[in-house]
């Protein structure tokens, strides 16, 4: 059974930072892409990094600089550094992996909190 597993999510004021964490079990870990999505109340799901199996990163211009993503296959841990936190990053964050061959294999974790206020 797979499953993706997030933590980290939480309040925390403007221009403060967060570390999300994401352990996946059930899976080749390293045989996935990971990322990271968000989906604040009333607006689509929205993507804001990626990590590929050979851990090339990606971020969309929204969180480009202030956002890093990072994985540990030891772990089976993928994270999400994020600093410079404002009110427009208060969303519902989930981790995605999808497998590197086969895009039909794809899984979702739960999802963590997160909540920029003062």
């Known amino acids: 059974q797979v499953q993706l597993v997030e933590s980290g999510g939480g309040l925390v004021q403007p221009g403060g930072s967060l570390r999300l964490s994401c352990v996946a079990s059930?899976?080749?870990?390293?045989?996935?892409?990971m990322r990271w999505y968000r989906q604040a109340p009333e607006k689509q799901r929205e993507l804001v990094a990626t990590?590929?199996?050979?851990?090339?990163?990606n971020y969309p211009d929204s969180v480009r600089g202030r956002f890093t993503i990072s994985r540990d296959n030891a772990k089976n841990t993928v994270f999400l550094q994020m600093n410079s936190l404002n009110s427009e990053d208060t969303a519902v964050y989930y981790c995605n992996a999808e497998h590197i061959i086969n895009r039909n294999r794809r899984y979702w974790g739960q999802g963590t909190q997160v909540t920029v206020s003062s």
């Open positions: 990590i590929t199996s050979g851990s090339n990163t």
């Open positions: 059930g899976i080749t870990f390293n045989i996935y892409t």
